[in-house]
Each structure stands twice: as structure tokens, then as C-alpha cells.
């Protein structure tokens, strides 16, 4: 079975500062992870994934994550954050070759003027 | 290019009413999903299409919900009758490759 895990339902960040908005991940064998951000009254749009190669992906909105197999972590990162990122982040892994991702439940970032 | 769309975005009804819930994907991609979220929950996989057939309906709660996918295109989910518990938003996904772009979802409420 695989899971993922958002330990935090709420993070908040002033505007400019860099923002983390963790995910942690179970799965056998080797994982793709998402990540998918939700505005409200909108569908979830992809924001970026990792498959394979570099650690490092960057996705769009300049949002970027890093993957950590000895932690089993993914956590989307911005190095300086803006108001309008305010939303529902979801983190989603799914093993390679499946077309079925597991989504944790959610985090609310918020992000202060 | 036009995304996913689904329609409604909302619908209310009464517990044993029947409601269907239509899904359309972006042009030309042959996988089709259907998730659930409620509230405050996670987003939980209901079945995955390959064009008109059922990949993968295990996630399915109970024989009151059926999809279908006529000719691999649009979508519609029905249930019926509607229970307390089906209340949520429902979103449709498509695919042609191992990224899934969502349509708005629609939210459902059983009154």
C-alpha cells in the first residue's frame, strides 16, 4: 500500500519570505510524486513532478521540490512567497508504472501582506 | 486547448435521489478518472477509464455509484439513490501520459 502524509493542515508565511509546505511518502519500490495546488472555487492544477534524474524539480510559479529517498520526503519549496499563492497544496505518489496516485490530505498555505 | 471541464460544479438533492455527474476530458487523452474528496479529507481514486473500458474501478465505494464512458469520450457518474455520505466534491482527471490534469470538480451535497 502507499500513502502520503502532509503533516501540517495550515502553513503561514508573510509575503517574500520562502515557504516549505511538507509531504512525506510510503511506497513500494519507486515512487513518482506530485505536487498539485487548488485555488479556490478551482480544479487542482499540476504544479510539478518528479520521475527520475535530478533531485531538484522545479514546476511552475516558480515552486520547486526536492526529492529525499532517505528520508522519503518531497517537500515544495519557494524561495520568496506572494500573496496570491494563497491555496490547497496537495502531495500525491504513486508507484512507477501506475497510473493511480495516493493524495495526503491537503495544506492550506496562507500567505500575510 | 480546452481543459476538463465537469458539470455541474454543484448540486444539492435529497437523500434517494438520483444524481449524474458529467465529465469531460481534454481532447485525445484516453485515460479518465474519477476521485472524491471529503471534506477536510483526502482525495480518494474512485475508477481510472482506458477509453470506453473499466482499468481500474477498485476504488468504487458501493453498487450505488456506476460510471460510464461512452465511446471514450465524455464521462457521466450516477448515484442512486443518493445517501448522507456521498456528499463531497467529485473531480474527473485525464490523462495521456503519467500526468493528471483535474477539471474544477463538482460538489455535491445529500441533504
Known amino acids: 500500500a502507499q500513502s502520503v502524509a502532509q503533516p501540517e493542515d495550515q502553513v503561514n508565511v508573510a509575503e517574500g519570505n520562502p515557504l516549505t509546505v511538507k509531504c512525506t511518502y510510503s511506497?513500494?519500490?519507486?515512487?513518482?510524486l506530485f505536487w498539485y495546488v487548488q485555488y479556490p472555487n478551482r480544479g487542482l492544477q499540476f504544479l510539478l513532478k518528479?520521475?527520475?534524474?535530478?533531485?531538484l524539480v522545479k514546476g511552475s510559479y516558480g515552486f520547486e521540490a526536492e526529492f529525499n529517498k532517505s528520508q522519503t520526503s518531497f517537500h515544495l519549496k519557494k524561495p520568496s512567497a506572494l500573496v496570491s499563492d494563497s491555496a490547497l497544496y496537495f502531495c500525491a505518489v504513486s508507484k512507477v508504472g501506475s497510473y493511480i496516485p495516493t493524495f495526503g490530505r491537503g495544506t492550506s498555505l496562507i500567505v500575510h501582506p | 486547448e480546452a481543459g476538463v471541464t465537469q458539470f455541474p460544479s454543484h448540486s444539492v438533492i435529497e437523500k434517494g435521489q438520483t444524481v449524474t455527474l458529467r465529465c469531460d476530458p481534454i481532447s485525445g487523452h484516453d485515460n479518465l478518472y474519477w476521485y472524491r474528496r471529503v471534506m477536510g479529507k483526502e482525495i480518494k481514486f474512485l475508477l481510472h477509464f482506458v477509453k470506453e473500458s473499466k482499468q481500474d474501478e477498485s476504488g468504487m465505494p458501493n453498487n450505488r455509484f456506476l460510471a460510464e464512458r461512452t465511446g471514450g469520450t465524455y464521462s457521466t457518474l450516477k448515484v442512486q439513490p443518493a445517501e448522507l455520505e456521498d456528499s463531497g466534491v467529485y473531480f474527473c482527471?485525464?490523462?495521456?501520459?503519467?500526468?493528471?490534469?483535474f477539471g474544477p470538480g463538482t460538489r455535491l451535497t445529500v441533504l
Open positions: 511506497v513500494s519500490g519507486n515512487p513518482y
Open positions: 518528479y520521475i527520475t534524474g535530478d533531485n
Open positions: 482527471a485525464s490523462s495521456q501520459g503519467n500526468t493528471q490534469y
